[in-house]
């Protein structure tokens, strides 16, 4: 969330991956050069959340450095064909080339299902072969399907294990966003191979919160 590579390299140590969000966090395309060569010198591959499905947004987050793409507000096959042909050169897409960091000739395309109409659309965006894995947001798809943000809740439990399902049956890797380390794992354990445990805001927070309520007892 916040554009300092000191504090993303100091995240990344012992991740497997961090990514720079540039739908919600404060960064932006002229962080993502110190960013993400900090993520990679510290042995952690950087991904960027880009603020739109949109070609222009999807390329500049992999010409800056990003070796793959979680991609939000996809909610159909068409548009994920779409989103999955900006991140492949042709023939097999139509990404431009000359990126002055691209890496990646292959970078990750993830793609994002945070409503009905996204779930609705899953098993054809997952036949998509640019479409490399499915990344869920649980707040957003909260909201569209009208209930708590629980894991355990009735409506939205259904819901992820529909998409956790289809994802298996279709041999393509599930992620989900978390909020902390017991949440993270309910989800592991649940077949779920890319997990956000942490954001960096969060972690900050809630360090001050416990060490202070330490220090003052």
């Known amino acids: ?3 300092s590579p000191v504090s993303a ?5 012992g991740l497997d991956y961090v990514v720079v969000d540039l739908q919600h966090g404060t960064a932006t395309e002229y962080d993502l050069p110190a960013l993400t060569t900090a993520i990679r010198l510290a042995g952690a591959i950087p991904l960027g ?3 739109y499905a949109h070609p222009a947004d999807i390329g500049r987050a992999l010409d800056l450095g990003c070796e793959g793409v979680i991609v939000p507000n996809v909610e159909s096959a068409e548009q994920a064909a779409a989103v999955a042909g900006a991140c492949r050169y042709p023939p097999a897409g139509y990404r431009s080339a000359g990126g002055a960091m691209a890496r990646a000739p292959q970078p990750l395309c ?3 299902v945070e409503s009905r109409q996204a779930i609705a659309e899953l098993a054809a965006t997952l036949a998509l072969t640019g479409v490399d894995g499915i990344y ?7 909201y ?9 809740d009735p409506v939205l439990r259904p819901a992820l294990e529909k998409i956790w399902a289809e994802c298996a049956a279709a041999g393509k ?3 989900i966003h978390a909020t902390d380390g017991a949440t993270a794992r309910i989800y592991r354990e649940n077949g779920c191979r890319l997990v956000t445990v942490v954001a960096d805001s969060l972690a900050i ?5 416990s060490e202070l309520a330490t220090a003052r007892a």
């Open 136 to 142: 869920v947001g649980p707040r957003d798809l909260s």
């Open 49 to 51: 959340r880009v603020r």
């Open 205 to 209: 927070s809630r360090a001050v919160v």
């Open 173 to 175: 890797p599930v992620g």
């Open 9 to 13: 390299g100091i995240l990344a140590r």
């Open 1 to 3: 969330m916040a554009p």
């Open 110 to 112: 993830i793609v994002m």
């Open 144 to 152: 569209s399907l009208g209930c708590a943000l629980d894991p355990a």
